[in-house]
């Protein structure tokens, strides 16, 4: 499945962004679709995904309660809504999509499928 991230670009401390990922052409349905970031110098960090075995959210606890994961199969997006940015939020973001377990579903080698990623730079 093809994966294509938009929707970053620079925002000042306290902003907000939101995020899109879709499929064109394609469907992610069968697939649990997650957001990552990466930082220069940094390894790939799992930000938020929906497991699709129990159509849970998870998040990594430096942006609970300020991002928002969203899904919408009849639109084949998936959306992240930033808010309250942080400087520390700077990262390039990818959209992965995978079929991992609970277990594995921070670690970014159980998705096969990845977006071209979306710089978001927070200015402080």
């Known amino acids: 499945v093809q994966l294509q991230a938009s929707g970053g670009g620079l925002v000042q401390a306290g902003g907000s962004l939101k995020l899109s990922c879709a499929a064109p052409?394609?469907?992610?349905?069968?697939?649990?679709v997650a957001w990552f970031r990466q930082a220069p110098g940094k390894e790939r960090e799992f930000v938020a995904a929906t497991l699709l075995q129990n159509h849970r959210t998870y998040y990594d606890d430096s942006v609970k309660g300020r991002f928002t994961f969203s899904r919408d199969n009849a639109k084949n997006t998936v959306n992240l809504q930033m808010n309250n940015l942080k400087p520390e939020d700077t990262a390039v973001y990818y959209c992965?999509?995978?079929?991992?377990?609970?277990?594995?579903?921070?670690?970014?080698?159980?998705?096969?499928?990845w977006g071209q990623g979306t710089q978001v730079t927070v200015s402080s």
């Open positions: 992965g999509a995978g079929r991992p377990i609970l277990s594995s579903i921070r670690r970014p080698l159980s998705y096969g499928y």
């Open positions: 052409g394609g469907s992610f349905g069968s697939y649990t």
